[in-house]
């Protein structure tokens, strides 16, 4: 799942080394795994794709973008083009070898992809509840202050306000990712 930190930090963060561990034992193992947000970029980088600071925070709703493979695959099934889902990173990863790139965004070219059909990657937020929100918010209210006026971050009242009915489709995408993904054990 996602975290403050970036994934190169270790020495802050030593728990990180074993993480990364983990995640590259289950995928060797050839274990379904699901990463979101930093646990994406971790899947990045144990296939061996270097994680980048974007330049910029994407923080709140935007319009997640399905390529013409998240178009056409079982994990997007019934979805839209595009449609508004939850962000907030600064960091990014170029697609892993082997992986089917899924979704971009307007800051980020990789925000989702999926490796073997059983690693799937989302730099997105689809799990965001209304708690979760204001959580983070509350959380991170550091962050969202650093980066007020940039064009990819939104204001907390504006997360808040317009979460109802997209945090119900975004968990409904979810879902069916997650069902692609299981219903190969």
């Not at 795994?33 to 980048?52: F, R």
């Not at 960091?91 to 979704?103: C, K, N, Q, V, Y």
């Not at 997360?159 to 993904?181: E, P, R, T, W």
Request: overall charge negative; hydrophobic content about 45%; glycine content about 8%.
């Amino acid at each position: 799942m996602g975290g403050p930190m970036n994934i190169y930090e270790e020495e802050d963060y030593p728990w990180l080394v074993s993480e990364k561990a983990l995640v590259r034992d289950a995928i060797e193992a050839g274990k379904p795994v699901v990463g979101v947000c930093l646990g994406a970029q971790m899947i990045a980088d144990v296939l061996g794709s270097k994680v980048v600071t974007v330049g910029q925070k994407e923080i709140g709703w935007f319009p997640l973008s399905l390529t013409e493979a998240g178009r056409s695959h079982p994990v997007f099934r019934a979805a839209p083009a595009s449609f508004p889902v939850f962000h907030w990173h600064g960091e990014t990863f170029a697609l892993p070898d082997g992986a089917i790139h899924l979704a971009r965004t307007s800051v980020c070219e990789t925000q989702a992809f999926l490796w073997k059909d059983r690693v799937l990657g989302l730099q997105c937020h689809l799990e965001m509840t209304a708690r979760s929100i204001d959580a983070i918010i509350n959380g991170c209210a550091h962050e969202l202050e650093l980066a007020q006026g940039q064009p990819w971050v939104q204001s907390a009242e504006t997360m808040q306000a317009i979460s109802g009915d997209k945090l119900a489709y975004a968990h409904v995408l979810l879902l069916n990712a997650l069902d692609f993904v299981y219903s190969l054990l």
